[in-house]
């Protein structure tokens, strides 16, 4: 009988591991989407991928994560106003984890080891602003702008005031019920304010898209190089851990990470130029500032979001975040099947793999012939 059982397990199991990618939705209906992230003078490809594939943004909201929301907010007027998007407008986000500050963050290295990629929690260096680095810890301004840092120009345009991302969130969903997906790809900050403001927020959205949340990357941590390490560390969720407890277990009706996968495709030389073969400012930016250290992490995400049949491997598995302070994993998750895992968490749908060629040739498309207000 145990045996059996044992098999049941196992059979379940592979079904999970190596399921269908999640249907493919129905390409008549109107699309909406919330994009929430930390912007940088490299970061437009997402917001490029959601109107190329005929989404309707709805706004873009800024997330304290690399650095400061606000910094974040004027990268994303700064990078829509160049391709003529600015009709898209822009909301602040919270400026602070809903806990976490620099000194916890410090005080929690001291004990269980020093993050490669400390994002707006690495010290503040004034020299390396000066020299274009977006602002870093420096609790007697979070809110300072340094325009050193824009690379793709400083914005002439404003971001929508009196109104908060998570408000803003809350109101959209309830504007389009089950239609709205939220795409979070810093950290999750706004998307927990808007779940703990408003108790229907989460239902009434149609989806959570997630940039993060890696499982079992501790030994690529340890026996790579420091870059590697760095690609292998979770700073988003880490960032703000209780904020992301929250968002996982908030009643979405569904929510997908791109977790490891988010780390399948790394930016190549070769690729940069295929797309400076056909040059506009987006192309430019890219080309010049884009590098090839990191992989397409928030595109992986955008790119599942806007057609979940790129992904060619997900599973279905119960998580949870770490939100013990004490523990090295603090802010890093753990996944379960549904016969053992703890209470109060529940299922996403967690993506192992998707199509390279796909993904690459919508990056291709979407920055190399952009879509302006003019087309939306």
Known sequence: MQFLKSLLVLSSLSASIYASPFARRNTTEKRYAILDNDWSTAGFIPFLLAVDAGINV???????????????????????????????PVYYGSTYPLINTYERFQA??????????QGVFAPYNATAEALGSDPTADSSDPNRISAEAFLEGYPNTTAVTGKSAAQFMIEQVRKYPGQVSIYAAGALTNVALAVRLDEDFASLARELVIMGGYVDVN?????GTVNQADINSDINLMIDPEATK????????????????????????????????????YSKLMYEYYGTIFPFWDETAMAILID????????????????????????NIHVYQSALMPPNIRNVTYVNKIDTARFKAMIKHAVQYPKSCADL
């Open 108 to 117: 929690w290295e001291a004990v269980h080891g020093v993050l490669p990629w």
């Open 58 to 88: 709805l706004g873009i909201t800024s997330s304290t994560a690399n650095t400061w929301q606000k910094q974040c907010a004027y990268h994303a007027l700064a990078t829509l106003e160049i391709g003529n998007l600015s009709c898209i």
């Open 246 to 281: 929250i968002a996982l277990t908030a009643d979405f009706p569904n929510i997908v990470v791109a977790g490891n996968v988010a780390n399948q495709v790394i930016s190549t030389q070769e690729f940069l130029d295929e797309i400076y073969e056909v040059k506009n400012p």
């Open 219 to 223: 030994m690529n941590q340890a026996t």
């Open 308 to 331: 979940p049949s790129i992904a060619t491997n997900t599973s279905t598995v119960y998580l949870d975040v770490d939100v013990a302070y004490a523990s090295p994993s603090y802010g």
